[in-house]
């Protein structure tokens, strides 16, 4: 139950946070080139699609996990039970709507408009705040905790559908100014790292009573430092290629492959905090 509960969070946030980041970005990166248009298309149709799949089966999984029984997960009064009585149902259902329309959208005219697509995967990206450890604080530290929460996702969702996006443009045939591209990359990253870090901090202090859990090599500390040690290694890669990017047009095979291993570290990443979802906090008073 357990893994099954931790592969289903990692999808669906991997899914969501790439959704929005890539939506963000697109006229970051790409300007009034149109070249990206429809090969991007098809890839956040496709992550739409298995985020609204992944978002009813953690509900599923959260319902079997209240009931204590597999076959809970079909029976609609318990369903109904989860969906109208508890926090995260109350959530979830919001959740799941906004996902609804977005998969909707886009498989109508109206998906070539940028404000409506970014509009509904914000909300999809704010309703991932206040489930999990987000929840576990009442009154205005519990909405402040959530807010804090929004921002990271925010920031955390950026980076990685950015660097998704950015991925697609180097593997597209047709040449383009690199330098400038990463440019205009790096000079957002910069507010992202450091939205990320504030708001990292503040998570890891207000759910742990620290400014770092200890012991540190043992369940939830361990966890997080594997995160923040592969958070430090995408750091480490983009400022490498942000030292280097007069000469990157020189060397694009280096450059893709050091954007493909920055994104796929960020995915690493998404997989430790959807480990550490299922893991309590190590409170200290």
Known sequence: MTSAMVLCRFLHFTVV???FGAWVFRPVL????????????RVTRLLAAVALVSGVCWLLLITVSMAGAWDAALDPSTLRLVV???????????HLLFNVLLVALLLTPLRSSMPLR????????????PVGHGAMLDGLQGQLLILNQIIHLTCVGAWLGGLMLLVMILRQPTGHAVSAILLRFSGVGYALVAGLLVTGLIN?????????????LSGFALILLIKVVLVAMMLGLALFNRLRIKACEQRPATLKTSVIVEWLLGIGAVAAVSLLGALPPMIVN
Do not use: K
């Open 17 to 19: 946070l790439m959704l």
């Open 118 to 129: 970014i509009g509904l995967a914000s909300l999809l990206l704010a309703t991932l705040a």
């Open 84 to 94: 109208g009585n508890t926090f995260f149902g109350q959530v979830w259902r919001w």
């Open 30 to 41: 790409s300007g009034r080139d149109t070249a990206l248009d429809q090969p991007l298309a």
């Open 204 to 216: 890891v202090r207000v759910l742990t009573g620290q400014l770092w859990p200890t012991p540190l």
